[in-house]
């Protein structure tokens, strides 16, 4: 039988290597597993390994969330705990795992505003996680970062085709009125393109999209809409947090950090510099708090 700390250990290789998680998300998601671990091991009363965790019902992983917040937990906090838990549960069981459902606790909206890296990384990586195979996990994962991360809309990136590869540090996008710009491909943002391509079980050819459903054929913007309004659901992310909004956070950001307004519109695919503009409105002491972090918060 697996001990706890064994599984524990091939959960943080897992998230590090087989689903190429943050250093932050790693080091949260395992913490709150070695946690998790050491409460199971009072709360049944004996040994926890893989039989015991397989076994766990709605009532311990409630009983858990409840003496966590006896050490003042936020809902908040809480929520995300819960997404870590799930993510764990899921790799202990493999596919025969069988999850308890269980609500997540009210969380606080937050502000409509441009949306923090750490929100749209700890969004995507959830998303990821609770994906029902790992492929589709990848391919939402790639999708999220390339919108952040380019700043394309969500139709051009679900537009891409096989005529995009191989990839290389630009993509030649094609967006409203048939017009065609280049915007860079981040190192992170490739990578994780390519590591959604190398699973994917559907062929790659020059006229068919890149990103697939699970049949095979283009993948639904709709279906992207939904995984993401799961997700800042349960970690009390704010509602104006869409896959639309991500393009807009990448906007934000970049000219937080200095980008010009006329460069800003060649990589947003503005018609007009009136569009752009609007950019300009936004809080600049959010933003100087924002842009301390990377651009993307992917490593």
């Not at 943050?22 to 004996?46: K, N, P, W």
């Not at 915007?183 to 994917?200: F, Q, T």
């Not at 913007?221 to 997700?231: C, E, F, G, Y």
Request: hydrophobic content about 40%; proline content about 4%; glycine content about 8%.
């Amino acid at each position: 039988m697996d001990s706890a700390d064994a599984l524990v250990k091939d959960f943080s290789r897992h998230l590090r290597e087989g689903r190429r998680r943050s250093q932050h998300t790693v080091r949260a998601y395992v913490t709150t597993a070695e946690r998790f671990c050491a409460f199971l091991m009072d709360h049944i009363g004996g040994t926890v390994g893989a039989k015991q965790i397989k076994a766990l019902k709605q009532a311990d992983i409630r009983s858990y969330l409840a003496f966590r917040r006896a050490d003042g937990l936020t809902n908040n906090s809480a929520a995300r705990e819960l997404s870590a838990i799930r993510a764990f549960l899921k790799h202990v069981g493999g596919d025969d795992s069988h999850i308890p459902k269980i609500k997540g606790p009210k969380v606080t909206r937050g502000v409509p505003r441009p949306a923090s890296p750490d929100d749209i990384i700890a969004m995507a990586e959830d998303i990821a996680e609770s994906a029902s195979e790992d492929w589709v996990g990848a391919r939402d994962w790639a999708v999220l970062l390339l919108l952040y991360g380019s700043g394309l809309r969500i139709s051009e990136a679900l537009d891409l085709t096989g005529d995009a590869l191989p990839l290389s540090e630009t993509l030649r996008v094609t967006g409203k009125r048939d017009k065609t710009r280049i915007v860079p491909l981040l190192p992170k943002v490739r990578e994780a393109i390519e590591h959604y391509i190398n699973l994917c079980p559907h062929s790659m050819t020059a006229k068919e999209t890149i990103f697939r459903g699970k049949r095979g054929g283009p993948l639904s913007p709709n279906l992207i809409r939904r995984v993401v309004q799961q997700a800042r659901g349960k970690l009390g992310i704010s509602d104006k947090t869409t896959p639309h909004a991500l393009r807009h956070s990448f906007a934000t950001h970049l000219l937080a950090g200095g980008a010009d307004l006329r460069s800003l519109q060649e990589l947003l695919g503005h018609a007009s510099l009136s569009s752009t503009q609007v950019y300009t409105a936004v809080d600049a002491a959010h933003l100087l708090d924002v842009y301390q972090n990377a651009h993307p918060r992917a490593g």
